[in-house]
């Protein structure tokens, strides 16, 4: 589904390493490439392979993009408490940050700037896997955004993760769809 559009989203996301940052983006890079004209992606991630900062940038656009950079983004996924603050400071005018409130207690201060609240940790949890807090997440940003479709996330999940058992898979898509739920009972 190509369009000659206007389109353009700005995601930044942001976490712990180990906790799918670098998935989330990967994810979001293939279903965006189904859709956009434009797809960038920059990773950031410490030398350590789990518990480091991690960070990645996600622009989709229907027009060229000069940067991945982004100094105050559209939105952002938060899903650490120990980047609370740089980054909701960082957040654009009228932007979303979506934070995992199962491990982040802190409440968004700055004017401005939309919060949304879900507890992606406890909904994982709840679902059996704990790794899936980043799908629930960014179901959520999906639901919130209308940035790709659905069928383009799921489309992503089955090539990046094909590998998987049928019932990861299953669990992966169901984890988004229960944070697409929960964002648009928020909105």
Same mark, same amino acid.
């Given at each position: 589904?190509?369009?000659?559009? !206007? #389109?353009?989203?700005?995601?930044?996301?942001?976490?712990?390493?180990?906790?799918?940052?670098?998935?989330? +983006?990967?994810?979001?890079?293939?279903?965006?490439?189904?859709?956009?004209?434009?797809?960038?992606?920059? /990773? !950031?991630?410490? %030398?350590?392979? #789990?518990?480091?900062?991690?960070?990645?940038?996600?622009?989709?656009?229907?027009?060229?993009?000069?940067? %991945?950079?982004?100094? +105050? @983004?559209?939105?952002?996924?938060?899903?650490? %408490?120990?980047?609370?603050? @740089?980054?909701?400071? #960082?957040?654009? !005018?009228?932007?979303?940050?979506?934070?995992?409130? +199962?491990?982040?207690?802190?409440?968004?201060?700055?004017?401005?700037?939309? @919060?949304?609240?879900? %507890?992606?940790?406890?909904?994982?949890?709840?679902?059996?896997?704990?790794?899936?807090?980043?799908?629930?997440?960014?179901?959520?940003?999906?639901?919130?955004?209308?940035?790709?479709?659905?069928?383009?996330?799921? /489309?992503?999940?089955?090539?990046?993760?094909?590998?998987? #058992?049928?019932?990861?898979?299953?669990?992966?898509?169901?984890?988004?769809?229960?944070?697409?739920?929960?964002?648009?009972?928020?909105?």
């Amino acid at each position: 589904m190509k369009t000659n559009g !206007n #389109r353009r989203f700005e995601l930044m996301m942001v976490g712990l390493g180990g906790r799918g940052v670098q998935l989330l +983006s990967r994810i979001l890079t293939e279903a965006g490439m189904a859709e956009y004209e434009h797809v960038i992606c920059l /990773g !950031n991630y410490a %030398p350590v392979v #789990r518990g480091g900062s991690s960070e990645s940038t996600l622009v989709l656009s229907d027009q060229e993009i000069s940067s %991945p950079i982004m100094f +105050s @983004p559209q939105a952002c996924i938060l899903m650490a %408490p120990e980047f609370m603050a @740089p980054y909701e400071q #960082r957040m654009s !005018n009228g932007g979303i940050l979506i934070l995992d409130s +199962s491990v982040i207690s802190n409440k968004v201060t700055k004017a401005g700037v939309k @919060p949304v609240y879900i %507890p992606a940790t406890d909904i994982a949890s709840k679902m059996g896997s704990m790794q899936v807090a980043n799908m629930v997440l960014m179901g959520a940003w999906v639901a919130l955004t209308g940035a790709v479709a659905i069928d383009s996330v799921d /489309g992503a999940i089955d090539k990046l993760l094909g590998g998987k #058992r049928a019932e990861v898979l299953a669990l992966d898509k169901k984890a988004v769809r229960e944070g697409m739920k929960l964002a648009g009972a928020k909105a």
